[in-house]
C-alpha cells in the first residue's frame, strides 16, 4: 500500500446523496488532515448536492475534464431490488448504460484515473444456492435472479471487460450493509425504525413482517466505505483489474437480527406475520468469502454488529423523538 502525502487526491463520487455515498464522504473527510483529499460529490434527485444525470454522456465527459480526479467512485444507481423490480427499465438504464457511459467518460477525459465500481453480491443470485450454504468467492458464476442483480451483473462484466481495454478499475461485491441513516427499504432499517416507533408510542407495540428464515451475511457500512476509500487513497499491488467481494463470511438469520433487535429495544413486542409480506426467499442463504480483499487490500470488517443494530435503532429512535415532538407541540 503506497501513497504520496504531498499528492493530491481528486476524488469523484457519483450518488454521493445515498445512504452510502454520505458515509463514504464521512470516510474521506476523516482521513483529510493526513491526506491532501479534494471530494467532488455528484448527486441525484432532489439534494442539496450538484446533481448529474449518468445516462448522459457530454455531461459526464465534460464533467470528468473539469474535475480531472484521480479516482472515481461510481456508486449511483437504482440501488434497492424492490425498485428494480417497480422501474426495471429504468434500473437498467442507469446501473448499466449510467456505469458504461461513466466509464467511458473517464477513459476519454481521465484516462489516468482509478475507476472504483460497486457491484453487489445479489449478481451470485442463484450460486449461492449451488454453494448450499457455503461462502462463495468471486470466481462463483454471475446468476442474478433479479432485475437489480442482472443489471448489476451486466454493469460488472463490462467493467472487467474495459479493464482489458485500458480501464483503471477495481470492482467490488459487498454483501448486505446497514448502518445509521440507511433507508427502511431495507430489512434491518425497517425493523428498527418500527420498534423506534414503538418506543416513542407513534404505534401499537406490534411488528409486522414476512420471511425471517432467510440466512444474510451483514456488514456495517462504515467497513464498506473504508474499503472504497483505501483504493481511491492508495495502490495496492495486484489489485489493478480486480474484483473484491466485501463480507464477513458469516450468515445471520433475519429472525436472530429481529430479536437482536428486539432485545436492544428493550421493549416487549408482538411480532406478526403479514401474508402480504411472506414470500418465499428465492435464496435461503448467502454468504462471501473476502479472502481476496484480505490478502490484496488488507481489508476485513471491524465492527462488530451488535453495535451496528445498537447504532441503528437509536438512529431511528431519534427519528420518532423528533416526530413526536412535532406531533406534540401545540398548533400556531
Known sequence: ???DTSFEH????TGANGFVGSWLQRELKSREHELDITIFPFGHGTTSLP???????DQLVKLVDDCQPTAIIHLAAVAAPTEAHKAPRLAWDINVTGTMNMAYATMEAAPDARFIFVSSSETYGESFNDSMGKPIDENAVLKPMNAYGASKAAADVLIGQLAHEGLNTIRFRPFNHTGPGQTDAYVVAA????????SAGLRSPIINVGNLTAYRDFLDVRDVVRAYADVALFDFP???GQVFNLASGKTRRIQDILDLLINISGQ??????DPKRLR???VESASGDAAAALHTLNWRPTIPFEQTLTEVFEYWKENAASRHAIRASPAR
Open 1 to 3: 500500500m503506497k501513497s
Open 238 to 240: 495486484g489489485s489493478h
Open 280 to 282: 418465499a426467499s428465492a
Open 51 to 57: 446533481t448529474l444525470d449518468v445516462r448522459k454522456y
Open 191 to 198: 425493523f428498527a425504525k418500527q420498534l423506534a416507533e414503538i
Open 10 to 13: 481528486r476524488i469523484l463520487i
Open 268 to 273: 416487549k413486542i408482538d411480532v406478526q406475520f
